[in-house]
């Protein structure tokens, strides 16, 4: 079993930016595929960003594209979520989720796709 745990939420005025950090336990970080999912009030957990094992590849909604930059270190088995020009919209409890399948970077939007899943971390963005 893989832990994650997310941090670096917090409240943030309109047009300002914060950085998320997942961190993970085990050995395996390296394989595996990362995604950032979140889930604001009263709506479903929605996919955010992605990043393949190596960190070559990265996938974006297209809500956030142009404004959040996901990120991993493998070395430190820590993913990031840099967000920048944050609006209210982008309120929300921010999930940090990892993908065990080969097969991640052809369903890396998909909630199912992942295997574990971190507890979440609170941004609240401010008008």
Request: proline share 2%.
């Amino acid at each position: 079993q893989v832990q994650l745990v997310e941090s670096g939420g917090g409240v943030v005025q309109a047009g300002g930016s914060l950085r998320l950090s997942c961190a993970a336990s085990g050995r395996a970080f390296s394989t595996y595929g990362m995604g950032w999912f979140r889930q604001g009030p009263g709506k479903e957990r929605e996919f955010v960003a992605a990043i393949s094992r190596s960190g070559s590849n990265t996938y974006y909604a297209d809500s956030v594209k142009g404004r959040f930059t996901i990120s991993r270190d493998n070395a430190k088995n820590t993913v990031y979520l840099q967000m920048d020009s944050l609006k209210p919209e982008d309120t929300a409890v921010y999930y940090c989720a990892a993908d065990r399948s080969p097969y991640h970077y052809s369903k890396y939007d998909r909630l199912r796709e992942y295997d574990y899943w971190g507890q979440g971390t609170q941004v609240t963005v401010s008008s």
